[in-house]
């Protein structure tokens, strides 16, 4: 069936039906994508979860945003470090929000800081669970698979690493 043939049976235009064809198409993709956020959202929740209380922290301080954060870096590094983290993921924002070209330099700067950061507590991380650079490598590029593998593998938290 084609699309002249829908619009004749429904009454409208062409140009009508593929709206309506593209709208259901959009609905119905934007749908699948939801539940498939929603299941991952789940898993992560659990996985971490897991990761906190295989540290020796109280699960449900995993779900609560910044705070599951600092607890992380608690566990795996130092909270001062978080701090500095926070500080310069908000100057990132405010570089976005912002137009000044000097501002913006800054923004890129912080941008590095943030991603070093966040490459040096995955791999902080890493060590607590008894890991190497090569497990970082998979934290980093693939969080998802390695944060339930440190959860539901045989990894244990051996403490802060040195």
């Not at 956020?37 to 906190?52: G, H, P, R, S, T």
């Not at 607890?71 to 137009?99: C, H, M, S």
């Not at 800081?113 to 607590?128: P, R, T």
Request: include cysteine; proline fraction near 2%; hydrophobic fraction near 55%.
């Amino acid at each position: 069936m084609d699309l002249t043939s829908i619009a004749q049976q429904a009454g409208v235009t062409e140009s009508e039906a593929a709206f309506t064809v593209a709208g259901a198409m959009l609905g119905g993709t934007v749908a699948v994508i939801a539940v498939i956020a929603v299941v991952y959202y789940i898993i992560c929740v659990i996985a971490n979860w897991k990761i906190f209380t295989k540290a020796g922290e109280a699960g449900w301080k995993s779900i609560i945003p910044f705070y599951n954060a600092w607890v992380e870096y608690k566990f795996t590094w130092d909270v001062r470090v978080f701090f500095v983290a926070l500080v310069l993921a908000i100057v990132v924002g405010l570089g976005q929000a912002i137009t000044n070209p000097v501002f913006a330099v800054i923004a890129g700067l912080a941008s590095i800081g943030v991603l070093v950061l966040n490459i040096m507590e995955n791999y902080k991380l890493s060590k607590c669970f008894g890991h190497g650079a090569g497990f970082t490598v998979g934290l980093l590029f693939l969080p998802f698979i390695f944060r339930l593998i440190l959860a539901f593998g045989n990894s244990q938290y051996v403490g802060h690493p040195v």
